[in-house]
């Protein structure tokens, strides 16, 4: 069995069901494949892979030869450490956002033309400072050691923190408003059966790991956990 998973999935979810897999299915062998949704998806077209869990940016459509469900949907959210000049706040602007280094992800445009378009629309200069990764370990350590803030996906697993990105305080920014997404998917074609076994495993895995608090993310004024870029 070949499963293909997205960076956010490595972390979360995946590594705690396949454990639990390991121990119903022993002699089942499996290769993970850590990838990009793009990447998997055109591995997953090409036969290669079995499954694809990852966080495709919104927007991007599944192919219509694959079968796929929508296993959480969260906010973008604006970033910051808790050391932040503005993290003590119990809301910021983009006027006061200006001025900051920004990060935001790299393989899809919709972020960055997302913050162009706010705040234009807000009579304002876009930041002249934005730096572009889909770096989880570089945007933590950027974030940790300076003023910067990101746009990112929230992290629906409130008690599963992305060690890499460090504690961040959060906020809701409506003119910056999107959707974060964990999606499966897999190939019309028949299914191995162990590998629908794992994909269940994962279901009830994230059924059971998501926050009572639901889709809107952690209360503002407590740290919060970004789930990272679309990928």
Do not use: C, K
């Not at 897999?21 to 290769?31: A, E, G, L, N, Y």
């Not at 030869?65 to 808790?82: H, I, K, P």
């Not at 629908?196 to 998501?210: E, F, G, N, S, V």
């Amino acid at each position: 069995m070949r499963a293909g998973i997205g960076a956010f999935f490595a972390h979360h979810v995946f590594p705690e069901a396949l454990l639990e897999f390991s121990v119903d299915f022993p002699r089942v062998d499996i290769t993970v494949i850590e990838a990009t949704s793009a990447d998997l998806h055109e591995a997953l077209r090409r036969g290669e892979l079995d499954f694809v869990l990852s966080t495709p940016a919104n927007g991007v459509p599944e192919p219509p030869q694959f079968e796929s469900e929508l296993l959480f949907e969260t906010r973008d959210a604006l970033f910051m450490r808790s050391g932040h000049p503005l993290a003590a706040r119990t809301g910021v602007g983009l006027r006061e956002l200006a001025d900051y280094p920004w990060i935001v992800p790299a393989r899809f445009g919709d972020h960055r033309a997302r913050l162009e378009t706010a705040f234009r629309g807000a009579g304002l200069e876009p930041p002249a400072r934005v730096m572009r990764t889909d770096s989880v370990p570089l945007m933590g350590h950027v974030l940790q050691h300076s003023d910067a803030v990101a746009l990112l996906g929230s992290n629906p697993f409130h008690d599963l923190p992305l060690p890499a990105l460090g504690p961040l305080r959060d906020f809701d920014i409506p003119a910056l408003a999107g959707s974060y997404r964990g999606v499966l998917a897999w190939r019309r074609s028949a299914l191995l059966p162990a590998a629908a076994a794992l994909m269940q495993r994962l279901r009830d895995t994230i059924r059971m790991r998501q926050s009572p608090r639901g889709a809107a993310g952690p209360a503002l004024g407590a740290p919060a956990q970004a789930g990272g870029p679309a990928t």
